[in-house]
């Protein structure tokens, strides 16, 4: 007992302590910097700030930023998770330009920024994020109305465009043109990944602002009450005079209406019927699968097909997957299926009906394993399975957290 009385932490070595320091929050991360000079060494490796979580942190001000982003932020960034004070009864500037061009500076690894209740209306566009995002999710956030815009805001009352107005043919004056005009043209927006959870001011606008962004793969839509089938419609990848027009690089798709009620459903699924080109997976949720279903036959490209939080009947998934020959994975989340309707039979007819079903069953399990296969075991809807293994031979069917309903009658 003497001995292990005699041993303290520091003949652990520093891999070992950074280990256990890495489950530690940031805010006791910066209390623990405070023990002496060895942990304040220790405390700012860069491996314990690769994904670093201020969601739990309450209070956390401008001044506490710029206090972690002095001190502890670095090149090891790699995910950011901030909350704002858009639901605070302090208020106040949360997020500056000038932080943020520091974040994007000291931090040029950060690629994924989760910004939740956060108030970007005093920011000018997207432009001012880090170039080095490649995912950026807005949760309960208010925007600007250019906040997608790529091209950056022009004043004319600029210094350097009164100088490149007035610059002469001279070498010495046309190289400093040269070099304020590259420092105002705008840079391409490197984001792949967007996230919209519960965005009230997003509007069909930003959506139609999207459209230069050359990179974007993936948009999830949740709880976007103002997006309407028409600014859908108008941001669908399709040929025009040019080439294809739109959001033409985009391959995954989310669009999901589960929330408050009293507002008016836009049904912006509906925007689907004029078609996509390019779009290989659609995620449907809540109020809008009932007429995304209807218009996802118009998708010639479409592999994958996501229903979630929603009570759908086996009649109306087989009619709307009927044209859907090329869909390669079916999954439902959170589904709800409307038991069969079947007319009354005797007792007779019934027994003799379950054991020729049994019979059918048995016959065909194995055939229908192989070619439609159930990634888990939880398969409320049998007669569903069956029904899509004629339609969609080559299509595996998921069921998470599946029921079905239960009808008093």
């Known amino acids: 007992m003497d001995e292990f009385k005699g041993c303290n932490l520091d003949y652990f070595p520093e891999n070992i302590l950074i280990d256990v320091l890495s489950y530690l929050s940031v805010r006791e991360l910066v209390r623990a910097g405070r023990v002496c000079k060895r942990w304040k060494r220790l405390v700012k490796d860069q491996r314990l700030w690769r994904t670093v ?11 506490i930023l710029w206090f972690l982003l002095r001190q502890y932020l670095g090149c090891g960034l790699r995910c950011l998770r ?49 170039g080095s995002l490649r995912v950026l999710e807005l949760r309960g956030c208010e ?3 250019s906040f997608f815009n790529q091209s950056l805001p022009t004043s004319p ?44 001011s997003f509007t069909d606008q930003h959506l139609q602002n999207l459209a230069s962004w050359e990179r974007l793969s993936r948009l999830e839509l949740r709880d976007t009450f103002r997006v309407t089938a028409n600014g859908l419609r108008s941001c669908a990848a399709k040929e025009g005079l040019s080439g294809l027009e739109g959001l033409s690089r985009l391959k995954y ?4 209406i589960t929330g408050r009620q009293g507002y008016q459903l836009q049904m912006a699924s509906l925007g689907l019927g004029a078609g996509w080109l390019g779009l290989e997976e659609l995620s449907l949720g809540g109020k809008e699968v009932g007429p995304g279903l209807l218009c996802a036959s118009r998708l010639k490209d479409l592999k994958c097909l996501h229903l979630w939080a929603c009570t759908l009947s086996e009649l109306q998934i087989v009619r709307s997957c009927r044209m859907l020959r090329g869909l390669r ?34 016959g065909t399990g194995g055939e229908s394993n192989d070619e439609n296969r159930t990634l888990d075991g939880t398969d409320p809807f049998p007669s569903l399975r069956r029904s899509l293994a004629g339609l969609l031979p080559s299509c595996s069917l998921v069921f998470t957290n599946c029921s079905v309903q239960v009808n008093v009658d």
């Open 53 to 63: 979580d201020l969601t739990a942190w309450k209070g956390v001000t401008s001044r």
């Open 82 to 130: 901030l909350r704002g004070l858009l639901l605070s009864a302090r208020g106040g500037t949360f997020l500056s330009e000038s932080w943020l061009k520091a974040l994007s500076t000291k931090c040029p690894r950060l690629s994924k920024l989760c910004l939740l209740h956060a108030d970007l209306r005093s920011l000018p566009n997207c432009q001012i994020l880090p």
């Open 143 to 145: 925007l600007p109305r």
């Open 157 to 200: 009352a600029l210094p350097h465009e009164r100088a490149e107005a007035t610059c002469s043919v001279g070498a010495q004056q046309k190289g400093r043109c040269q070099k304020v005009k590259g420092i105002a043209s705008p840079s391409g927006i490197g984001v792949e990944t967007l996230v919209l959870n519960n965005v009230p």
């Open 253 to 256: 798709l989310e669009i999901g």
């Open 329 to 362: 994975q079916l999954e439902f989340l959170d589904v709800t299926f409307q038991p069969r309707q079947s007319p009354p039979a005797e007792e007779g007819q019934e027994q003799e009906g379950g054991e020729e079903q049994q019979n059918e069953e048995g």
